[in-house]
């Protein structure tokens, strides 16, 4: 499939460090009035807290629209309310259609931003923007290339913007056709940062499975804050080659404090990837396993409502130790985690549950964890569990030994099982599907070694 | 006097712009590891949105301790709660006493760093910071000199410290004796940041009135952060020259967003600036004039026990606008503020009224607005209003015209008062004082100019 690569993204160009030099704030001459009178005391400032915009990509949303999705310096977010503004400059002609392709002295047009905030007021030194620069007339449709042009200002009287170039479309480039479908996948799915010392046997798992029941017409991206070392990667590779799985390296974000190696961020980044490979974008875990009632199919549950263009789905809380007695082993280490963890959490009334979802990303303007609130058309669609759901496995990613714990009697394994003062009862459901599992695992990709 | 400069304070040297050159924070070689597999994303930075930390002044608290006062990156201390540190090198021989004074290697001794953030959470992009550096043994007592380094960290693993020498010492200019009673004045008046559209005469009339109620013992330390026009100077000017007013132009620190022209940071460097000039050091604005009962005395008040080392004082509000009719006159100008508004307002149960204080600054460890919450010696006294006393006249400072405006017949003066839902009842104490404070002003600077 070439299609990832014709559709081409726009991020910073990957340049290794030494860091780019950074030019202090251009405070305005201000400083002149001060010498004229009195005790001349200096403020002598050290050091760099913040920066205050950091890019991470940049994407067309169609002729006449992009989305920025980057971090802010969360307090002059806060009180300085800085405004935004961006401009296209054509390379050539105009911006719109016709003209002719010869060098012509470049067009600025004037677009209007509208910043969303998704991170739900989460971050900490920065905070999580998405900007949308839309424009009356179309841009750069006339395939002569230009430049996106984003303002970011300090929002006081005493810096000017900072004037950044985030997005560059070569001559030819635009091509309007990737704006609408069909799309080349049926299904995106967007991983949050993965972090931590991730055990590879539980990516392989998840991937054999996710790869089987999202189909061969489906997309993985993951995105390495330092969990994909390089026994995951190497579980991962057979994926990788075929074209199934995309591992965005995104650990520079680290040094960047928004929140929780930057979910928010990453998440709309990957919105925003998505948006045009795909009918349905995925947001859920790697410790988290999607599931269709045989009675229906996935794709009858996504189009059962032509208005619904957001699902949120209905989670199964399993718990991570409680395992049934095989009394032909001691060693529980081959078995799939979905295999032997069969046990799910008595729901109790009042608590909320945490829910995952799928949008159709080109109909939303921004996103989040668990849901996006920021719809463009369409609605909603909280659906029952019964039709679609997923299981959750938490706490067994970063678990480098066995999980198995605590032990029931499979003469007694339809009984309640308390532990840890939580009910729990029987769920096989996910059992029953380990043996397709592996074998498609295998069929598609051949063997793999087992590696805790 | 020339007590002032005899005690050299230190606050980064006085260099007009331009900026100094700064170099981005280093980060450790983090980078690195990103090159090394998947898609790299890069997330590149724009701008600086805050630095981590501003000096305003350092100050020798004797001979084995200093205060640094300055700003430091408010989400950073929040979140990272970055560690401080500090060291002492001297010039020559060693930090104490002995050792001969020939030039020898520098010797570095550390310090343990006591941080105290004093302004009650009001930060915005910065918030103030006063660090005590303490040593365990004397330094720089054998007048060799030197540097007193501050350590301001990020608190993440990405970024080394800011290495910043905050002091210098130079060869023989440490003084004991400059520690100890007794002070060259014995009263310091620390104002807090000056802004706006400041009436002259309101400035005029209130450093009469001080000069006189402090006596020519004293000194009064005035922050511009923009308030100190032409005129206002002016009238400041005769003060200025006999020695008894100094006036800080701090109009700088205003690009530093902190805290309503970064009013608690000013106060706490005037409070060290103030430790060792005098036994007891005032905070309280300029449209506010001190009171003591005639039947004692300024000094008797405070020096009323022993352990007390901080003292606040009741306020009494006056009304701005409520004045008695004079039928000889329809031109209220040249009558002063505190000749004028005589009606304060009738004090309401349950209500909270700002108060104002004195400290011996020597026993305060930092400071705030209404009072020190880092008492290091002693008890803070809530003194009755018969005894001291302060009226403010609030609303009147950036009064640019007449304030009377609203007029009491004068055979009806002693009713109660009612404008704007409020009571007043007449208070003329103040307006008791106003010839001899005319005629002090007469005698100790001459005549003025009135500019409202």
Redo the contacts between chains.
């Keep these: 499939m070439t299609t990832l690569t014709s559709m081409r993204t726009h ?7 030494p ?7 251009n ?1 305005l ?29 940049t994407y067309r949303g169609g002729p006449r629209s992009f989305s920025i999705v980057g ?1 802010a ?4 977010d806060i ?2 309310h800085p405004p935004y503004a961006c401009e296209w400059i054509s390379r050539g002609g105009g911006g719109g259609g016709g003209g002719s392709s010869e060098a012509a002295a470049p067009v600025v047009v004037k677009g209007e931003v509208h910043k969303i905030l998704p991170d739900w007021n989460y971050g ?2 920065y905070t999580v923007v998405v900007l949308t620069c839309k424009f009356k007339e179309d841009v750069g449709t006339d395939k002569s290339g230009g430049d996106l042009v984003l303002y ?1 200002s ?1 929002g ?1 009287k ?1 810096r000017e913007p ?1 004037r ?1 170039v985030v997005f560059t479309e070569v001559k030819d480039e635009y091509n309007a056709t990737l704006f609408n479908t069909p799309f080349p996948y049926d299904y995106v799915y967007c991983g949050s940062s993965i972090y931590g010392d991730v055990s590879p046997q539980r990516m392989r798992e998840w991937m054999a499975y996710h790869a089987n029941f999202f189909g061969n017409r489906s997309h993985f991206f993951f995105h ?1 804050s330092g969990g ?1 070392h390089d026994d995951v ?1 190497r579980v991962l590779e057979p994926w990788v080659k075929q074209g199934r799985v ?12 928004g929140y929780y190696h930057n979910q928010f961020l990453v998440v709309n ?1 990957c919105l925003f990837r998505s948006r045009f490979l795909a009918n349905w974008t995925f947001f859920f875990d790697v410790d988290e396993y999607m599931y269709v009632n045989p009675a229906t199919t996935l794709s009858a549950v996504l189009e059962q409502d032509k208005n619904v263009t957001q699902i949120t789905f209905e989670q199964v809380p399993i718990s991570n130790e409680i395992c049934i007695r095989d009394n032909s082993t001691n060693d529980y280490s081959r078995k799939w985690i979905f295999e032997k963890l069969v046990y799910r959490k008595v729901l109790k009334r009042g608590i909320r549950y945490d829910r995952k979802y799928a949008v159709q990303a080109r109909h939303v303007e921004a996103t989040g964890v668990h849901m996006s609130m920021n719809m463009l058309k369409g609605k909603n669609l909280y659906v029952k569990g019964d039709q679609i759901r997923y299981y959750h496995y938490h706490g067994t990613l970063d678990k480098r030994s066995e999980v198995c714990k605590h032990f029931v009697d499979p003469r007694n394994k339809t009984e309640v099982v308390t532990v840890q003062h939580e009910n729990h009862r029987i769920d096989e459901t996910m059992f029953e599907i380990v043996a397709p599992t592996k074998q498609y695992e295998l069929e598609t990709i051949g063997n793999l070694p087992t590696i805790i």
Tied chains: 1, 2.
């Design positions: 991020h910073p160009p990957p340049l290794p460090p860091l780019p030099p950074l030019c202090p704030p405070y001459q201000y400083y002149n009035r001060y010498l004229s009178h009195g005790e001349v005391r200096v403020f002598k400032p050290h050091g760099m807290a913040a920066h205050l915009f950091i890019e991470m990509g971090l310096s969360k307090p002059i009180f300085h900490r030194l970011a300090y006081d005493y900072e950044i390495d994909f990667r995309t591992i965005q390296n995104i650990q520079q974000q680290e040094i960047y404090d980044d």
